[in-house]
């Protein structure tokens, strides 16, 4: 393959394309808008060989889709509505917390005797049965609802395409019940709905993909591994912590027997005694203290640190396996 720039297509505006953003610059990556915040196309700075596309979630999906992109952040619902075979097409290397929303069924209030997918299916089947016609459901989310609904048996219903407020429909008399995305419920609650016992769809959120069907150059290939090795030694940085200890005298197999059930790894050891220097998780930090402090540790620290490279990681592993 001719060697072409890496396509990483990100969020163009609002929250998600600051999010974004923030996401890549947490690891040393910086969006660059050469011509200003209209410029829909840009760079990594410090990284050549990556072209950034700002567009709308939805159309990141489409360029990632159509392999028009390497790359690309956006939203889990998107890709399972508008892509049927995601699994062949994309793969999700990671979630990157934040656009977090559930896709959902919600009826309304008045409903008190509708609240799972069983009830909602025996009123279904008594509306045709008793009026001649299919309960509407509203939505955008068409093709998630169909597949959710077919996993419950339920086919007496028509849907009716929102391009609007969709939480506004049953009131308007547009349809009967709706499945959209929510993220406090305040909004459904606003407009007397709820959502049902197990009418959860989707919990979605914002997610680093990969497009399988892309052109991958070898230049394509070393520039994501650039990318997402930086991406991947800033999350395990940001979810451990580094311990350093100092000990007059430490057998190192009985420091690992008693830290290693605690998810620390021993990183250094000086040998019989001096300083050692550990990694764990953030949520067991204060465990492994009270471990080494057992086995007489002083003067122990534990400190954050900016990055955390290691000989490999789950992200670029993840990509290259699929790639092969």
Same mark, same amino acid.
């Given at each position: 393959?001719? &060697?072409?720039?890496?396509?990483?297509?990100?969020?163009?505006?609002g %929250?998600?394309?600051?999010?974004?953003?923030a996401?890549?610059?947490?690891?040393?990556?910086?969006?660059?808008?050469?011509?200003?915040?209209? &410029?829909y196309?840009?760079?990594?700075?410090?990284?050549? !060989?990556?072209?950034?596309?700002?567009?709308?979630?939805?159309?990141?999906?489409?360029?990632?889709?159509?392999?028009?992109?390497?790359?690309g952040?956006?939203?889990?619902?998107?890709?399972?509505?508008?892509? +049927? &075979?995601?699994?062949?097409?994309?793969e999700?290397?990671?979630?990157?917390?934040f656009?977090?929303?559930?896709?959902?069924?919600?009826?309304?209030?008045a409903?008190?005797?509708?609240? /799972?997918?069983?009830?909602?299916?025996?009123?279904?089947?008594?509306?045709?049965?008793?009026?001649?016609?299919?309960?509407r459901?509203?939505?955008?989310?068409?093709?998630?609802?169909? %597949?959710?609904?077919?996993?419950?048996?339920?086919?007496?219903?028509?849907?009716?395409?929102?391009?609007?407020?969709?939480?506004?429909?049953?009131?308007?008399?547009?349809?009967?019940?709706?499945?959209?995305? /929510?993220?406090? !419920?305040?909004?459904?609650?606003?407009n007397?709905l709820?959502?049902l016992?197990?009418?959860?769809?989707?919990?979605?959120?914002?997610?680093?993909?990969?497009?399988?069907?892309?052109?991958w150059?070898?230049?394509? %290939?070393?520039t994501?591994?650039?990318v997402? /090795?930086?991406?991947? +030694?800033?999350?395990?940085?940001?979810?451990t %912590?580094?311990?350093?200890?100092?000990?007059?005298q430490?057998?190192?197999?009985?420091?690992?027997?008693?830290?290693?059930?605690?998810g620390?790894?021993?990183?250094?050891?000086?040998?019989? !005694?001096?300083?050692?220097?550990?990694?764990?998780?953030v949520?067991?930090?204060? &465990?492994?203290?009270?471990?080494?402090?057992?086995? !007489? +540790?002083?003067?122990?620290?534990?400190?954050?640190?900016e990055y955390?490279?290691e000989?490999?990681?789950?992200l /670029?592993d993840?990509?290259?396996?699929?790639?092969?």
């Amino acid at each position: 393959m001719v &060697d072409e720039p890496l396509i990483l297509a990100v969020p163009s505006k609002g %929250r998600l394309q600051e999010n974004a953003a923030a996401f890549f610059a947490r690891a040393g990556l910086v969006f660059s808008q050469t011509r200003g915040a209209r &410029d829909y196309r840009g760079t990594l700075a410090g990284v050549p !060989g990556v072209e950034v596309l700002f567009l709308s979630a939805s159309e990141i999906v489409n360029q990632l889709a159509a392999g028009a992109a390497h790359l690309g952040i956006t939203g889990e619902d998107l890709i399972r509505e508008q892509v +049927a &075979d995601v699994t062949g097409a994309f793969e999700l290397l990671t979630p990157l917390g934040f656009g977090q929303a559930n896709v959902v069924v919600a009826v309304p209030q008045a409903w008190i005797d509708v609240r /799972t997918m069983a009830d909602l299916e025996e009123v279904a089947t008594d509306m045709r049965v008793r009026h001649g016609r299919k309960i509407r459901v509203a939505t955008k989310y068409v093709n998630l609802t169909r %597949r959710f609904f077919a996993d419950y048996g339920i086919s007496d219903y028509r849907i009716v395409e929102s391009l609007g407020a969709t939480e506004g429909a049953p009131g308007s008399g547009a349809a009967e019940l709706i499945v959209d995305i /929510t993220t406090t !419920g305040a909004t459904l609650a606003a407009n007397a709905l709820r959502v049902l016992d197990d009418g959860v769809i989707l919990r979605s959120e914002a997610n680093l993909v990969a497009a399988l069907r892309a052109p991958w150059s070898d230049s394509a %290939r070393r520039t994501a591994q650039t990318v997402l /090795t930086r991406i991947a +030694a800033e999350e395990l940085a940001r979810t451990t %912590r580094e311990v350093r200890a100092g000990f007059e005298q430490i057998d190192q197999e009985e420091l690992e027997r008693v830290v290693g059930p605690l998810g620390a790894s021993l990183r250094y050891a000086a040998e019989p !005694g001096g300083e050692v220097v550990l990694q764990c998780p953030v949520s067991r930090r204060f &465990d492994v203290v009270h471990a080494l402090q057992g086995l !007489g +540790a002083h003067n122990v620290t534990v400190r954050k640190v900016e990055y955390v490279f290691e000989p490999s990681n789950a992200l /670029t592993d993840r990509l290259l396996q699929r790639l092969s």
